[in-house]
């Protein structure tokens, strides 16, 4: 099975920066997209930013001149680097990555990690 390991959550002051890191292993051929979305208490999951294995990126307009996702094909890692946090950023980012193995093509989530933004 696929796992996706999140790393790099935390506790910042309100203009601190965090980054986010995500690595996919397992049963892998191609990941053609990884992403990270995000969920606070009581809201629904929204994307935050997504980047295909081309490098072709979107970002939630929350979040433009913000944050900045990247990628290692290579490495199968993701990472979303957040600057200027916000209180309203405070949420559970989670990873998301939509790839291939063989004929089948899957969807997976990582376990979530905290990014809290509080003075």
């Known amino acids: 099975q696929v796992q996706l390991v999140e790393s790099g959550g935390g506790l910042v002051q309100p203009g601190g920066s965090l980054r986010l890191s995500c690595a996919a292993s397992?049963?892998?051929?191609?990941?053609?997209?990884m992403g990270w979305y995000r969920q606070a208490p009581g809201n629904e999951r929204e994307l935050v930013a997504v980047?295909?294995?081309?490098?072709?990126?979107d970002y939630a307009d929350s979040v433009k001149g913000r944050f900045t996702i990247s990628r290692d094909n290579a490495k199968n890692t993701v990472w979303l680097q957040m600057s200027s946090l916000k209180p309203e950023d405070t949420a559970v980012y989670y990873c998301?990555?939509?790839?291939?193995?063989?004929?089948?093509?899957?969807?997976?989530w990582g376990q979530g990690t905290q990014v809290t933004v509080s003075s």
């Open positions: 998301n990555v939509k790839g291939s193995y063989g004929s089948i093509q899957f969807v997976r």
């Open positions: 980047i295909t294995r081309g490098g072709n990126t």
């Open positions: 397992g049963n892998i051929n191609s990941i053609n997209a």
